[in-house]
């Protein structure tokens, strides 16, 4: 005769752990100010939960909390945060305790209960990390699955393009830039906000020119850096970097906008973008607007690309490593201010 189902051996918690919550939403400069960080219970999981203690978390410039008049008609609530909620994002952590579920302490999954320590969620919020799929577990938690879709799918990167890649040096830029060298582009052109930044992307990353944000006219730069035009846009920024691209699109040019952080890091997110409706007729130039979360039948793809050009060397994963979940409010308000290259991890 069996016995009972054998119970899950205890783990010692701790009694309380830290989370990042926002304090109030920015009108004009982001601060550490905005943020506090606060000690609360460990949260204990029900049936069909995870506990997960967090290990390491991503920060990105498009967490920045946005103010928006009618926040529920914007369409993305997970790029929403309000005042005195816990701020979230993708993190990697190693599951504690699942009751009435198939995960095993110790399985590392990803999921968006980032900026805590400790996370309860739902199984179906969790993610098991294969450790044999990258080499390096932190790209996991890179944003090179929204930057292949968006070489891939969106723009359609092929053999000879010439591509301009806005917002190069940020965490999906670092990476775009590169898939789409890998997928064929003869030549691949960034936009940064700094000489440091695009020394760097030439000298790193495998860019041939980058215009620079208040360096002139970006129109006039980008001319002069792909004076037969552009073939595909892989757009992160919006706003005048759009209307530039446009300017240089050649016929048949394809557009991905996987961002809009001219307007999200402005006092008006969603402030639109004037562009010439007969441009984009006359010269057939397509325009796709891009979502991981339609895209997930691609995942396999992109890991298996992304890991197989990391080994070889043909991809590098730039990024910064921090120490402490202190230093998260910091780093969100450093990359909006554009001083990081690549990705901020934060390790808890």
């Known amino acids: 005769m069996s016995g009972p189902p054998a119970e899950e051996p205890r783990v ?11 304090t109030a939403l920015p009108e004009g400069a982001l601060t550490p100010g905005h943020f506090e960080v606060v000690t609360v219970p460990v949260p204990t999981p029900g049936p069909g939960q995870v506990l997960v203690r967090n290990q390491l978390m991503s920060v990105a410039a498009v967490m920045r909390p946005l103010t928006l008049a009618d926040p529920d008609a914007f369409g993305l609530p997970q790029l929403l945060h309000r005042a005195g909620e816990v701020m979230r994002g993708p993190a990697l952590g190693e599951v504690v305790h699942a009751p009435g579920t198939d995960l095993a302490p110790g399985t590392v999954v990803r999921h968006r209960a980032g900026w ?21 577990p932190a790209a996991h938690l890179s944003q090179g699955f929204t930057a292949w879709l968006g070489v891939v799918r969106g723009a359609g990167v092929r053999r000879g393009d010439t591509v301009f890649v806005t917002g190069a040096a940020g965490g999906v830029g670092s990476l775009a830039g590169q898939f789409a060298r890998l997928h ?3 030549r691949v052109i960034g936009s940064t906000g700094s000489r440091h930044k695009a020394d760097r992307l030439t000298r790193e990353l495998g860019y041939d020119a980058v215009v620079l944000r208040g360096a002139g006219p970006l129109d006039e730069q980008l001319r002069a850096a792909a004076p037969d035009g552009i073939d595909a846009l892989f757009d992160t920024v919006g706003g005048e970097q759009l209307r530039a691209a446009l300017a240089l699109a050649r016929r048949n040019a394809r557009f991905a906008l996987v961002g809009a952080l001219a307007a999200q890091l402005s006092d008006d997110a969603l402030a639109p973008t ?12 397509t325009l796709r607007g891009i979502s991981a979360a339609d895209h997930q039948d691609a995942m396999p793809d992109y890991l298996r690309e992304f890991g197989r050009a990391l080994r070889e060397g043909a991809i590098t994963y730039p990024y910064t490593r921090l120490t402490g979940i202190d230093r998260a409010p910091g780093a969100l308000c450093e990359l909006v201010e554009g001083r990081h290259l690549g990705a901020v991890l934060v390790e808890l």
């Open 274 to 285: 004037a562009i010439s409706t007969l441009a984009l007729i006359a010269r057939s130039v």
């Open 184 to 186: 064929g582009a003869a």
């Open 116 to 136: 805590r320590e400790y996370a309860v969620l739902g199984a179906g919020e969790v993610s098991p990390v294969d450790p044999e799929a990258l080499p390096d």
């Open 12 to 22: 010692s918690l701790p009694a309380t752990h830290r989370e990042v919550r926002l």
